[in-house]
């Protein structure tokens, strides 16, 4: 409800910034960065999509410099990786090692 509600104030300022609104940014790649973002930093915790949202966002700006078009492997990877590894995110493994002590 709440990635909702961000979502959509996210896109109306996006909207009245620009002075319109297109379909572009509806593709499935967007979809699949929130997916990720969200995955990587943490299913049901808070600060989680922000932590993966940023990881996410400061990577493909360095990794386009430094890789070029492998990005998209790169990035794909991570997602793999975490679906695989990290179920509950950094955030998510961060608090259990936390609770753990």
Do not use: N
Not at 14 to 29: E, H, R
Not at 52 to 77: H, K, M, N, P, R
Not at 82 to 101: P, Q, S, T, Y
């Amino acid at each position: 409800m709440l990635s909702a509600t961000l979502a959509g104030l996210g896109g109306s300022l996006k909207a009245l910034v620009l002075g319109f609104a297109t379909l572009s940014d509806v593709v499935q790649a967007t979809s699949g960065e929130v997916i990720l973002m969200t995955l990587l930093g943490g299913t049901g915790t808070f600060f989680g999509p922000v932590i993966g949202a940023a990881l996410i966002v400061t990577l493909q700006e360095y990794l386009s410099d430094v890789v070029g078009g492998w990005v998209t492997v790169i990035i794909g990877v991570i997602f793999i990786t975490c679906v695989l590894i990290f179920r509950r995110g950094i955030v998510g493994e961060l608090a259990a090692l936390h609770a753990r002590r």
